[in-house]
């Protein structure tokens, strides 16, 4: 069946470092591929999306590009602050059942 | 736009009593409404799928009679936990969906935290 797989966190940056979270998944045909960011006792935010290959989703300094050949959309952020502290779900569109697939996760701790 | 609202944000009960968590679509109609699970430091568990008029379908494991789904109108959905127990304590979470730039968007509520002592 259709997966998601997040490389484990946590993980720790200090203010203005580099940011990348991958994700890669298994499906068949061509989901559409989000992530989703959830902040401290709070339910989920959809932080970006990318519904075909190469597309390109943005937010908030966010980035992920659909790259099919390696079935991958990992998220990049070219400078974090504190704010961003909060866990990152990468997650798919099962196709033809609206049922969003999640990985597991990824934890993200931005120290000043 | 697209906010979905859940209520109560928090709730303590008693072992084998009933507990009601509603979902709310604010500014939009959704059709389908999906319930999730989240244990602490965990993804998110899909539960079961409410649609509109008629009954949830429920994920692999998901006990049908004990999580009591009822989407009675385009903008509400709720699950009842009924006969509640300690391991029932969990955080809920629902979503609704959106059709949007040929996808479907999931809006997720607040959450609901659920402690059964």
């Known amino acids: 069946g259709d997966s998601v797989t997040q490389m484990e966190g946590p993980v720790t940056l200090s203010e203005e470092a580099f940011l990348t979270i991958n994700c890669t998944y298994t499906a068949t045909g061509y989901p559409s591929l989000f992530w989703y960011v959830q902040y401290p006792g709070e339910g989920l935010q959809l932080l970006l999306k990318a519904t075909k290959a190469d597309d390109k989703g943005s937010n908030k300094g966010f980035e992920a590009t659909y790259r099919k050949e390696t079935t991958s959309f990992h998220l990049e952020k070219g400078s974090v602050q504190v704010s961003d502290s909060a866990v990152y779900f990468c997650?798919?569109?099962?196709?033809?059942?609206?049922?969003?697939?999640f990985g597991a996760g990824t934890r993200l701790a931005v120290h000043p | 736009g697209a906010v979905v609202s859940q209520h109560p944000s928090r709730v303590i009960c008693k072992s084998g009593t009933s507990v009601k968590i509603e979902c709310r679509s604010l500014d939009f109609q959704a059709t389908t409404m999906f319930w999730y699970r989240q244990f602490p430091k965990k993804s998110l568990m899909l539960m079961a799928t409410?649609?509109?008029?008629?009954?949830?379908?429920?994920e692999q494991g998901v006990e049908k009679d004990k999580f009591l789904i009822n989407h009675a109108s385009l903008t509400l959905s709720t699950l009842t936990v009924t006969s509640a127990h300690p391991e029932d304590s969990s955080f809920y979470i629902c979503?609704?969906?959106?059709?949007?730039?040929?996808?479907?968007?999931?809006?997720f509520g607040p959450g609901t935290r659920l402690t059964v002592t």
């Open positions: 409410s649609n509109e008029g008629s009954k949830a379908t429920y």
């Open positions: 979503s609704a969906t959106i059709p949007s730039g040929g996808t479907y968007e999931q809006y």
């Open positions: 997650a798919l569109l099962s196709g033809g059942y609206n049922k969003l697939i």
